[in-house]
């Protein structure tokens, strides 16, 4: 029998219970009031208990003996990110009595003896050691006692060849993640022995073609992520549903397949920066009409003919390929499914956007940036009246159109996009707009998120924005503001992150005050930093990737004040799969506080 | 008023509470004491024993039923929740299925 | 080891945790269960729902919610076994009571246990995936009551011979079945479709189709049928009494099946009884349920339809190709409107106005009408007939009413130029003799036939009008001229005639007598004076005149006859008896009309205001002719008409149809030279399809004629016959 803790629903969340768990997470001093009710927390329905636990850790109110009253209660514990985490900490999670699951992925301060708190822990069913950079071989002897584990996950972890070929013992495993481990072909087959597995992750590992093969073995697979690797075919698992070949050299996906049986239904197909030198050849046999998420962001690919027969995608991205205005026409064919386009980074004009004009009836994302768009395009975009997210940021647009002569009269261009009544979010960055194109934008009353960006920019455009009355999102970059224009700024009500980098007049002691004023709002400005704690209170997101990139981030710019974007060296080492999905589909992955472009995932 | 509109919650130190049956009924669990078909003795008496919740908690409980009452017309004030008492009171909630 | 090593992290204050007494489930599940045991005994008014509430609450949250909830599993079966036991004991009736009476009682048992149970549904059940306890409760009784062996068969019993023994006619409990059947459904549809309407279902089938069987070999058509709506009622009724709604249209299904679709044939057809002895005697309510009960089942309409059809078309045909009731026309037109009336009223009263039932008649009527080639000549008649003398003191609406079914008629017909031409006749006629009765009534006519036809169609007939009215301005202005010298010589009345517009033959005119001569004569002066470039002839074989005659003793009469004998009697102003050689010398009336004139003057007894000599029945070339000096009459005013316009005599007729086929001509040409205008090229059964269709609005082409107007058009080099293809024609510029 497997108990799985019910979440709170609503109703509790809004009833007594809900004001209870408030009270008692308010801060140290609530804690301090309950924690000696032995008898009251040994009683503590699990539900309850993991709700008030993941409140008290959200709000870093949580040290080591305080994990010990949670014991009896606590079915599932999540401290990802969590730095504080030590094999103090994992002493008291051993003796949970009903603990079933862990995460502590990302802790760094966990080590191969923290692990052995779990040694024979048979109720764990999901260990998640992510990115515990400590762990080896040695701490991962401790979980192979866990008979009954069924998902693991210990990508980018110090283990061996010799630590995974360990693993084979856990027999129930049906999750394996083992991404940017040194997996080898003679690893991956003494793994063929779990049979069960329907998950499995070995990104940048060492597999090869040759090891590859073995996959056959796991009939039960419907997640597969190779990406990284050398390998260039897999071959046909009748279950699969998702695959990662981002980064492979491909030469064929599902060989062997007979030519009349039917392919498995692949749903999901990441090919970024795929070498891929013929896709007709690799796609042989998969089937196109399953298909609804496909990426070739970064790949070689010439030939975008294949796209016309995936009739079912809605999400495409197509960002640093070399898709143009003569080649996009195969897009035209997906109009009917297709929700979202990334077409950044590519030498697209509005002439080839023309191109779409009522062939997309249904796409609410769209990204352009950096690529040549201009005023003109806007017109064409405006017919598309689903959109949710445009991004126009490094692309032509002026915002005013002159008429032809010299005459005075210009036509403010972005009215057209008042056309789009759906839009939440839309970014201009590092465009050429001033302030009297960007005020047609402030009559979007629907617009939860604006991003602007322009040496032209002043006080009047932040202040024009007060009438954005859904508006959670406000950046004003490397404008000419100055102090006496965000004294006397009156913010739209629901903003709750306002960005104001670059913004090289404003002082500090300006922002203080004006975060004082408002302390419902996140500021972010170089002369500005919140403390740290605050930031668990904003968001449900990420916790750990945004602690760590808005140091990071913050370090940086202060030495280079001003310079656009920067990227990491290699993204792959700091985030999972999941985590660069989730900030890449979440539309408030801006709350990081890095430049989006930074986080975006480069699978 | 009516007796048949009252109902008397008893505490498990034997401190009673005469409420508005409508207040009471903001619990799940006391409405499907008071109406649950067959005659149980809590809705024959229009009395109910808790001898799990103290006096200081059912009290807190009965306070919650009116302002709750309260807060569904429509009034916004704060129900202040005393720290100490947060987890046995959240449990009682959960008990009550507040 | 591992253990012992945990242990050292572990702190003090905690070590001592409150173990639970290792009997504590145990005994707190027999609190709960004693509790179950009390309610299913009726005893609850002794337990504390707060004591059991918690009770379950804890087991929930020290994790022993597995044992509650398969204790409460075991202790369930265990009552509801008894509870099976009691049931399968009740004797005969009391078996359904027992069964309900039970089934309440659990249903009321289960609500408390779930209440007591609420938390263990709330936390327990949903992460656990099991079935809540309501839910639970159900299945159990479903398991062991109704699908244990004992009950299964006899509850299905029992409920099919209460079914039974209503459909014979006896008064069941219907509370009692119908609360055993919502009990059914409360199980879910599935129990109540596999233990209940399944078996229903098939029983109800055997049994209609046996007592389909019965009713049929004994009783007539509409006995069947009421027999039938009556059992299809009640089975609605008693879906609506106690059983589910879903099985309405499955159990009339059967019915309809049983007692319908299987016999609609055999009673359709029933001898002395069937369809057509039913539209014969106007049953409406026999037939307006024979309608109801068959659009119930697949096909039952279009039969009905399809036997109608031929039955109408059957009487038609009698009705226009019986030689006796053609001849007289009048009557003949109208039975076909008393017939028509008489389906339309079956179709309004008994076919719901249906319009394929209408579609059907129409169709039927249009099919037999044109069985007899006589039909419009006919139908013009009866409008003759009606404008005539017909419709005096008819008032407006009714005059609509007759000429808008004279005009649905005019619709069934194919050659709508055939009555074109003969109503031209008749209406010329009409207006030359000034017979008509009402103006409004004959433009009425009019207006309609040109929204039926178009302009094209009355273009002439309105100029007959037109020249009506003309004729009168022109006679008023004659008069007004010649009011000077006015004598005392006959007095002129002149319609003049557009040529073209009316349907004369020209015809040489007879020699006028003197008198009437030198008026005509003024006439024309005064005519062509005010009109120039005209040319005027007389038409002396349409008119008429009223002659003063003195008789033998002196009795004077007031003669009304038509231009000719106006001019035969003339002749007798000078000459006692003169031989028809003489008269035809003098008048030069054409011979056919001359002996038609003398035969109405002399041998039509009480007009024999000349006397033949021999007597015979014809006008012979020999004969002679007497004033007769003894003609006595009561009247004084006396109309001598030549014979009126009537049936057309065999002759005439094929003169007539000489015509229409000489005017169709012309149309079919354009139609042809219309078509390949426009296609250029064109194969020959194309060409006959396309003419067919541009001309059906006013006659049926022959395919011969217009093979022949095609082969007249290749002759006049309108077209050509393709070099290789020899059935293709090319239009020629």
Redesign the interface.
Known sequence: ??????PLDQE?MG???G???D??T?NS???E??RR?????????T??GEV?LQRLLSRKLVYP?LL??F??CVGSINLRGENLVDA?WM??L??YR?LHSINVSGCRGINNSSL??L??MDTLKEVDISRCSKLTDAGIVHLLSISKLEKLFVSQTGLTEKGIIQLSSLRKLSVLDLGGLPVTDLALSSLQVLTKLEYLDIWGSKISDGGAAVLKMFSKLNFLNVAWTNVTKVPHLPNLTCLNMSNCTIHSIFEGLADREEGPHLRKLLLSGATLSDINDALLHVEPRHIFFLNVSQSTLQDFEFLGNMTALEHLDLSFTRIRDNNISPILLLGESLRYLNLSNTRLTSTGLGLLVGNLPHIESLLLTHTGVDDSALSYISTMESLKVLDLSNTNIKGLHYLVGHSPDQILTLVELQNLKHLERLDLEETQIRDEAVLPLFGMLGLKSLSLKSDFLTDISLHASSSLVNLKFLGIRGAVLTDAGLQTFNPPPMLEILDLRDCWLVTADVLLAFCERHPRIVVKHEQYQRPVQDLYAFGNFSATGASKAMQLRSKKTKTSCGVGRESFADERLRYTREELLELEFSPWSRALPSNSGAVMPKM | MKKEEMVTLISAEGFEFVIDKKAAMVSQTIRNMLTSPGSFAESREGKVTFPEISTAILEKICQYFYWSLQYASGKETEFHIEPEMTLELMMAANYLHT | MSTQKRRNFQIEAFKHRVVVDPKYAEKTWNILEHAIHEIYNHNASGLSFEELYRNAYNMVLHKFGEKLYSGLVTTMTMHLREISKSIEDAQGGSFLEELNRKWADHNKALQMIRDILMYMDRTFIPSTHKTPVHALGLNLWRDNIIHSSNIQTRLLNTLLDLVQEERTGEIIDRWLVRNVIMMLMDLGSAVYQEDFEKHFLNVSANFYSVESQQFIECCDCGDYLKKAERRLNEEMERVSQYLDPSSEAKITNVVEKEMIANHMHRLVHMENSGLVNMLVDDKYEDLGRMYSLFRRVPDGLSLIRDVMTSHIRDTGRQLVTDPEKARNPVDFVQRLLDEKDKHDKIISMAFNNDKTFQNALNSSFEYFINLNPRSPEFISLFVDEKLRKGLKGYSEEDVEVVLDKVMMLFRYLQEKDVFEKYYKQHLAKRLLSGKTVSDDAERSLIVKLKTECGYQFTSKLEGMFTDMKTSQDTMQGFHASQATNLGDGPTLVVQVLTTGSWPTQPSPACNLPAEILGVCEKFRMYYLGTHTGRRLSWQTNMGTADLKATFGKGQKHELNVSTYQMCILMLFNNADRLSYKEIEQATEIPASDLKRSLQSLALIKGKNVLRKEPMSKDIGEDDAFFFNDKFTSKFIKLKINTVNAQKESEPEKQETRQRVEEDRKPQVEAAIVRIMKSRRVLDHNNIVAEVTKQLQSRFLPNPVVIKKRIESLIEREFLERDKVDRKLYRYLA
């Not at chain 1, 029998?1 to 019910?6: A, K, L, P």
Request: glycine share 6%.
């Open positions: 029998m497997e108990i799985q803790s019910q509790e009833g007594l219970i004001l209870c768990i009270a008692a308010k001093e609530s804690v009031k309950w009710q032995r008898r009251t927390l040994e009683r503590m329905p539900h309850l008030v003996s010990e009253i014991q009896h103090e002493a008291y051993g003796a009903y052995w708190a040694t024979g």
